[in-house]
């Protein structure tokens, strides 16, 4: 292209940016990049937060755990790839005070741990919470858990023996970023350095101990030693991840995360309904400019060079203007509503700018050209007609079909996940064929009222000029409903959601576990359980026993490619029996087990890895007796629930007779733990095991997931009422144009405003109800499908659809109505 093009395109994007020929398109795509940028950086930065922060959960960001020392070859390799590294030791002793003895889970922890996260630790007997710290204690002395020093008597500054050695109690250890779940770490917590394990004599041939290598780095940094490790992991080793060893925390951040998308997927999906419209407007006051152009010689391609360079132009200024606003308004939210937000956040990043600037180009492109088309191919007669713009339903869509496909791909690439953008974009694409649908069939109904009114009848007058501005109307029907859509699928999901997490971590949660109680013991472990305050305590049988077959073929573990299958086929399980399924588990497949029947019913997690199906025969090694059984049910099951459960319940008839013990679990309220010492001195076999402070992590995690979906959906919230605000001002001239002629008929002002604000108010409500009814739907679906909760639409939403319809409609109408109200109708006829 040469230079006197470049020249005239530059004069053409001047003259209508003075003129605010421009306007509508710029704005819509300066708030469409500013939504994305604004929403883009602050989820990117709150999302690698949170992961950061999750990963205190393992107290790194992926750990190697073995029952075996661990090679020193797989800690060079993580050393040369420049991570940090960090050994725990756990396993259980007997801690001794006096005449005392206690059973402990020791940890043993080198200089550098945890890499991610702190420990608190009490220094004095005053201090009940106690202060974050980050290391080992120093050798010669061990932190010990309140129940460990209350169940020997002991207290800070006494000295407790372990092993070969006399350790000092100089800390009370009130938080551990990772301590595990499994029961059989949960015995009260003794951490000492890693130099007094080495002369414990702790460590002998035979010891049972939990090996573990704690790496942090860069995301690619632990992923690329993650993909090196993975071929030489082998039966006793395991590496978990934030997936692996915290799949409550992983959860909530993987919907965190689809929620945060989904507000980005609807700010791009209301950015290009405006740029729509805009490029709807710029066709209107173009086109007879155009038609004069092609009679003065300019080819198709001249019109169409010039038009692309024209909106590339005024495309890049209102992108960078957008991001420079996105920047602005994520750090004002900061400013305003950071205690809401963990105290240190992961640095702003460049990219997430740079992609909502790209996604905004693509769309300023793709749903402008159908009007550039028409434009281009503008006759020359053209400039004897007036410039109405034509077109229908069907080819409205189908001008628009490439640009929604390539929004699909785009969103879908956005939000890292094709289900969840494709079911965004199909959504919003059914809904607005669906709107157009509905307000044509509206329209024509309208067409027939009209006729039935009166002939200076307000309502008649309203209901006739929406009839004849079909198109105009048509348009703002679906705009404005697929905007109040949008808001209200992101109210329903956003309360549910939150609703669904909170419900995940209800007040009275089970804290607090008890096993090894014996049969003759049930009864009075109930008795005390009650007097603590605990309400229908609940007891469950606990066997051992071993998968030994499936279908009368032995289980060999190495025939499994997945790590935790080969783990789950090679250990034992706690297995169970009972008439009922427990009420927490649900059928997924089969159905309820049959109690004189040899049955078993499966979690269905280890059904899939294990391969095993519906109506299969397994059998149990219990006790060196074969306890063989058919599969009559596949049941879902909730491990974060902290409700006893089992991977394997028997019916009674097969596993009655086999040596057993019973486990509850149950939530002990304020007041209880006397009755509970009381319970455990009686009866000094059992074990209690308390899991407050797991609880507490989870629920401190969730809080911040919580906050930041809230000051998400805020700020999307506000970025789509701006993009509605300026889609709704697309049949500005058109409205303009009607009120000059009805004035210059002799109209009066107040007649007017009262025919516009009837139009208005029934354009309003029909697309708040359309809005009601699709937001619905596609909430249901997104909570099947995507979020996995139920979604409980109250009256509310009904009610808020239209009422926020006729409002926005009625506000921007108003806007336009007081522009036309005080134009007067020669100045408005002659620009007409």
């Not at 090679?570 to 029996?577: Q, T, V």
């Not at 002990?668 to 733990?673: H, I, S, T, V």
């Amino acid at each position: 292209m040469t230079r006197r093009f470049w020249q005239q395109a530059i004069r053409f994007a001047w003259r209508d940016a003075r003129a605010g020929e421009l306007g509508m398109l710029c704005l819509a795509l300066l708030v469409a990049v500013a939504a994305l940028a604004g929403v883009g950086l602050l989820a990117d930065r709150v999302e690698r937060t949170l992961s950061r922060e999750a990963g205190q959960m393992l107290g790194a960001d992926s750990v190697l755990r073995s029952d075996t020392p661990l090679s020193n070859g797989w800690e060079q390799e993580a050393q040369q790839r420049g991570l940090q590294l960090a050994h725990t030791w756990q396993f259980p002793s007997m801690a001794r005070f006096g005449q005392d003895m206690q059973l402990a889970s020791v940890k043993a922890v080198s200089a550098s741990y945890p890499l991610r996260g702190q420990v608190r630790v009490a220094r004095t007997a005053e201090d009940a919470v106690g202060q974050w710290e980050r290391g080992a204690p120093a050798p010669g002395s061990v932190w010990a858990e309140p129940r460990l020093l209350a169940a020997l008597g002991a207290e800070l500054g006494d000295s407790l023996a372990l092993g070969n050695l006399t350790l000092r109690i100089e800390g009370v250890l009130t938080y551990e970023p990772d301590r595990e779940m499994r029961l059989t770490t949960m015995a009260p917590r003794l951490m000492l350095s890693a130099e007094d394990l080495a002369r414990s004599g702790l460590i002998v041939p035979g010891s049972r101990i939990d090996y573990a290598l704690l790496v942090a780095g860069t995301p690619e940094q632990v992923g690329q030693w993650e993909r090196w490790l993975a071929p030489q992991l082998k039966t006793g080793l395991r590496l978990d991840t934030l997936e692996e060893g915290r799949p409550a925390v992983h959860a909530t951040l993987v919907r965190a995360q689809q929620f945060l998308s989904l507000v980005a997927l609807t700010a791009a999906m209301m950015a290009a309904l405006a740029i729509a419209l805009g490029s709807r407007r710029f066709l209107q006051r173009h086109r007879a400019g155009m038609a004069v152009m092609r009679c003065l010689g300019s080819t198709q391609a001249d019109i169409t060079a010039l038009l692309l360079a024209e909106f590339l132009m005024a495309g890049l200024v209102a992108a960078l203007a957008g991001m420079g606003l996105g920047y602005a308004a994520h750090g004002a939210l900061l400013a305003i509503l950071g205690d809401l937000l963990p105290e240190t956040l992961a640095p702003v990043g460049l990219w997430p700018a740079l992609r909502a600037a790209l996604l905004g180009l693509w769309l300023l492109l793709a749903f402008a050209w159908p009007a550039l088309d028409r434009l281009r191919r503008v006759p020359p007669m053209r400039v004897l007609r007036p410039a109405q713009v034509e077109g229908n339903i069907r080819g409205a869509m189908l001008d628009y079909a490439p640009g929604l496909i390539g929004l699909t791909l785009l969103l879908a690439w956005f939000a890292g996940d094709w289900r969840l953008g494709g079911m965004v974009a199909l959504g919003f694409t059914g809904a607005a064929l669906i709107f157009a649908l509905a307000a044509h069939t509206g329209l024509t109904l309208a067409g027939w009222l009209a006729r039935a009114g009166g002939r200076t009848s307000a309502w008649r007058m309203a209901l006739a000029g929406m009839r004849r501005r079909r198109a105009g109307v048509l348009a703002q029907v679906v705009t404005l409903a697929l905007g109040l859509m949008a808001i209200l699928v992101l109210a329903l999901a956003r309360t549910d959601l939150v609703g669904s997490w909170q419900a995940s971590l209800p007040v009275d949660m089970p804290n607090r576990f008890v096993i090894n109680i014996q049969d003759d013991q049930r009864d009075a472990v109930r008795q005390s359980l009650l007097e603590a305050g605990v309400s229908s305590p609940e007891l469950a049988p606990m066997i051992r026993g071993r998968l030994v077959s499936i279908n009368g073929e032995a289980v060999d573990p190495t025939r499994y490619e997945d790590p935790r299958a080969q783990r789950q086929a090679e250990r034992e399980f706690n297995l169970s029996y009972a008439d009922a399924l427990p009420g927490h588990n649900r059928i997924v497949q089969g159905r309820a087990l049959d109690g004189a029947a040899q049955e078993v019913s499966l979690e269905e997690e280890l059904a899939r890895r294990l391969g095993i199906s519906l109506g299969d025969r397994i059998a149990f090694d219990v006790a060196g007796d074969l306890v063989d059984v058919s599969v009559s049910s596949i049941r879902q099951v909730d491990w974060n629930s902290m409700q006893v459960n089992f991977f394997a319940v028997l019916s009674p008839a097969a596993l009655e007779r086999a040596p057993r013990t019973w486990i509850t679990s149950f939530h002990l309220p304020d007041g209880g733990q006397a009755a509970l010492r009381d319970m455990v001195r009686a009866m000094p076999g059992l074990t209690v095991f308390d899991v407050t402070a797991t609880l507490l992590q989870l629920r401190q995690v969730l809080d911040q997931t919580v906050a930041a979906v809230q000051l998400l959906f805020g700020f999307t919230l506000a970025a789509g009422i701006l993009v509605l605000a300026a889609a709704l001002s697309g049949t500005l001239d058109e409205r303009r144009r009607e009120a000059g002629i009805l004035r210059a008929l002799g109209a009066g002002r107040v007649w007017l405003a009262k025919v516009q604000r009837y139009e208005l108010l029934l354009t309003g409500f029909t697309a708040g109800l359309l809005a009601s009814a699709a937001a619905v739907l596609l909430a249901q679906a997104l909570a099947r499908y995507i979020f996995d909760f139920d979604v409980v639409a109250g009256y509310w939403v009904w009610l808020a659809g239209p009422l926020a319809g006729m409002l926005a409609a009625w506000a921007g109408g108003s806007l336009v109505l007081r522009q036309v109200l005080h134009t007067p109708p020669l100045a408005v006829l002659r620009d007409a």
